[in-house]
């Protein structure tokens, strides 16, 4: 293990810098801002997600505050051990020193990486406890040690408590486990403790949604709804095509795993990854849901390769190259580590009408800083008396989350929003003298409050639609009863 150490904190190290490169720049992302937002109120779940980003949103706010390069640390360190836990099922799977460098090399050139691993969500927790069961199981089969199967169960724990998609990933390992041994390790009392392990440390997530009519459902059917159903399920396969020769290496590990006598102990492995990509292909899911998979196909397609190539060792080299070089070229379009001028002249994006279309994820990076500036020059304008009784009503979780996490800066009181889980949060003062209304359409503050006034029309040459031409109000004097008013719009908060 010594003498693959160097490689291994090598291509960590590159992972690393790219990663840190990319998390300086820009602005937060909506949903980081929804992130730390339920850090700054923990619970044990959450209406969108599980309570484990919510906990390292805690900590993560507690340590770097509304650092922009602090918060995204996490993903990046996730991404990190990703790759290291790559490298080292490389060498479970009887891999050497070539091996060990492609499959490192792979989750380099895997371009969706580095955006799922600098964004502070749950993903990059997601496709760390993915990697990290993948590995525990090789160690077991390895080695026989009960302490893994142990562990395994403690990463599915945790992997419940980071995103729910991890069901998905313990069905295609439970399928393929029929088929290790004959399932003779279903009678082992050991795996059962593992079980119970996951199960427990799940429990308070799943005791919440009990307590709480299970809004999981409700999220996912308006997931269902406003997202899934627009995507054409070609499209699954089909973004799996976008990186062709890492997609080549995985293909050699997967059939590798599948046909070959050497490998046959670790053909539920293989099973499993078909059974997974297959059940989330059929779910419509999202293409990113299933690349946590990719690690250990990574690896056993880098022993696979290895092994061919055995007598002409230098083709590996090869190889690594023609895998990596290509991705280097497309690096800024998967995080941003360029300056936004600069970025603009490389992907030779025009302005038009005064704005300059990105992709969503860069778009939705810009614009809340001086959402929240203009806020805070309005409230700066209240009378001390009106400060203590003011509400700041956000129409959507990225303008409250910008309020609560940047609006800090400037001392504005705690925002309020009937998206999702900030409804949950509450409607703070009901008695309150002003409302700052931040993105509510021009019908909906005059349907609350007798006196709106328009403070400004919000544009921005870089955000996202969404988040451009949105109206600033100024209201007063509610005509309806605020409680009430809030109640009603449970069937809602996810529209």
């Known amino acids: 293990m010594k003498k693959y150490l160097p490689i291994i904190l090598g291509l960590s190290l590159v992972k690393f810098i790219i990663q840190c490169l990319g ?73 050497k020193t070539k091996a060990v460098v492609l499959s490192g090399i792979c989750v380099l050139a895997f371009l969706l990486f580095y955006r799922n691993h600098t964004l502070f969500q749950p993903v990059a927790f997601d496709q760390f406890f993915w990697t990290l069961g993948f590995y525990l199981l090789l160690k077991f089969i390895n080695s026989q040690n009960k302490k893994f199967l142990l562990l395994l169960g403690v990463s599915l724990g945790l992997g419940l408590l980071t995103k729910y998609t991890i069901l998905v990933w313990a069905f295609g390992i439970f399928v393929g486990l029929f088929l290790y041994q004959k399932g003779s390790l279903f009678k082992n009392k050991w795996l059962y403790v593992a079980a119970f392990l996951a199960l427990l440390i799940f429990l308070p997530n799943l005791i919440w949604q009990i307590q709480h009519d299970f809004p999981l459902l409700k999220h996912l059917q308006a997931l269902s709804e406003n997202q899934l159903e627009e995507i054409d399920p070609l499209e699954f396969g089909l973004e799996q095509l976008y990186f062709p020769f890492t997609l080549l290496v995985s293909l050699f590990g997967l059939f590798r795993l599948l046909i070959s006598k050497n490998l046959k102990k670790y053909r539920s492995l293989g099973v499993a990854v078909v059974v997974i990509f297959s059940t989330l292909w059929l779910l419509n899911a999202k293409a990113y849901y299933v690349f946590g998979i990719y690690p250990v196909l990574f690896a056993a397609g880098a022993v696979t390769l290895e092994t061919l190539l055995s007598k002409k060792p230098i083709w590996m080299y090869v190889i690594s190259a023609v895998v990596l070089l290509p991705s280097l070229y497309f690096i800024p379009e998967a995080t941003p580590v360029l300056p936004i001028d600069t970025f603009v002249d490389y992907a030779q994006l025009k302005e038009e009408d005064g704005r300059i279309t990105l992709t969503s994820d860069y778009a939705d990076m810009f614009g809340w800083e001086e959402q929240v500036k203009l806020v805070d020059s309005v409230y700066k304008t209240l009378s001390p008396k009106e400060k203590q009784n003011c509400v700041l009503w956000a129409e959507n979780y990225g303008e409250a ?6 609006g800090e800066r400037y001392n504005l009181p705690d925002p309020i929003s009937r998206h999702g889980s900030f409804w949950t949060w509450g409607y703070g003062n009901p008695n309150a003298d002003v409302w700052i209304s931040l993105g509510n359409e021009k019908a909906t503050v005059e349907k609350v409050f007798q006196e709106t006034e328009l403070v400004k029309i919000i544009t921005h040459p870089y955000a996202i639609d969404e988040e451009n031409g949105i109206p600033l109000y100024l209201c007063r004097k509610p005509k309806v009863d605020i409680a009430e008013w809030w109640a009603n719009y449970e069937d809602h908060i996810f529209d």
């Open 401 to 406: 989350g910008a309020l609560k996490i940047l």
């Open 23 to 95: 998390n300086r720049n820009y602005g937060f992302h909506r949903d980081e801002l929804l992130h730390l937002s339920a850090g700054q109120h923990l619970d044990w779940g959450y209406m969108e997600f599980p309570p484990f980003i919510g906990f390292i949103g805690k900590i993560a706010h507690w340590i770097f505050a509304d650092s922009l390069w602090g918060i995204r640390l996490f993903p990046t360190l996730a991404g990190v051990g990703i790759l290291i836990l790559c490298c080292l099922m490389a060498l479970e799977l009887g891999g």
